[in-house]
């Protein structure tokens, strides 16, 4: 998931990298976190533990949607954020770096467990797509990894899921605005 307009000769021109940059990051991490924990802990507390099973649709919680959108637009200078929610509801977050997130961080070494209940990207120049890399990121991943969001406003994301793997429904203020298909190999079409 490449970022198609990278920022990072303006952080540099801007002075917003080293120690600062880092504050900034850790700023946008902590903040989702919190938004996560909120969630869960909501959630927690209005379920018997036998009911803990229903904790699987969190990742799909508008809140925790609006908290990725702001850290990655608000407290980073439109850097892209990558979110994941493991099988176990542990959420681990990393910031654009580089020019583009990895997703191939190794799951047994991030501590991360399969399957992936989501993986949540932000586009910050404000457009919902899978780019080429996105779609190879969910052809991989698709075995082991249920649902996907690509963020790319208030209201407007794509939504993936493995049940049908090679398209991604764009929705702008509520409602399905275009269903973006690829072929097998991965090309758009
Ligand atoms: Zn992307």
Same mark, same amino acid.
């Given at each position: 998931?490449?970022?198609?307009?990278?920022?990072?000769?303006?952080?540099?021109?801007?002075?917003?990298?080293?120690?600062?940059?880092?504050?900034?990051?850790?700023?946008?991490?902590?903040?989702?976190?919190?938004?996560? @924990?909120?969630?869960?802990?909501? @959630?927690?507390?209005?379920?018997?533990?036998?009911?803990?099973?229903?904790?699987?649709?969190? #990742?799909?919680?508008?809140?925790?949607?609006?908290?990725?959108?702001?850290?990655?637009?608000? =407290?980073?200078? #439109?850097?892209?954020?990558?979110?994941?929610?493991?099988?176990?509801?542990?959420?681990?977050?990393?910031?654009?770096?580089?020019?583009?997130?990895?997703?191939?961080?190794?799951?047994?070494?991030?501590?991360?467990?399969?399957?992936?209940?989501?993986?949540?990207?932000?586009?910050?120049?404000?457009?919902?797509?899978?780019?080429?890399?996105?779609?190879?990121? @969910?052809? =991989?991943?698709?075995?082991?990894?249920?649902?996907?969001? @690509?963020?790319?406003?208030?209201?407007?994301?794509?939504?993936?899921?493995?049940?049908?793997?090679?398209?991604?429904?764009?929705?702008?203020?509520?409602?399905?605005?275009?269903?973006?298909?690829?072929?097998?190999?991965?090309?758009?079409?």
């Amino acid at each position: 998931m490449k970022i198609e307009n990278s920022n990072n000769n303006k952080i540099e021109q801007t002075g917003i990298i080293g120690d600062e940059g880092m504050d900034l990051r850790n700023l946008a991490i902590d903040h989702i976190e919190r938004a996560w @924990v909120n969630i869960v802990g909501r @959630v927690f507390r209005q379920t018997p533990v036998t009911k803990i099973e229903d904790l699987g649709e969190l #990742h799909h919680n508008v809140e925790l949607h609006k908290a990725i959108w702001y850290a990655s637009t608000e =407290i980073l200078p #439109h850097l892209e954020v990558q979110v994941i929610v493991d099988a176990r509801n542990e959420i681990f977050v990393s910031t654009g770096s580089a020019g583009y997130v990895d997703f191939n961080i190794n799951p047994i070494r991030a501590g991360m467990k399969t399957p992936v209940k989501c993986w949540i990207h932000t586009h910050p120049f404000g457009s919902a797509y899978f780019s080429g890399t996105d779609i190879r990121t @969910v052809r =991989i991943w698709k075995p082991l990894m249920k649902t996907a969001y @690509v963020l790319g406003g208030e209201d407007h994301f794509g939504f993936w899921f493995n049940d049908a793997p090679n398209e991604l429904e764009i929705w702008n203020d509520g409602e399905v605005v275009r269903t973006q298909t690829w072929g097998t190999l991965g090309e758009e079409e």
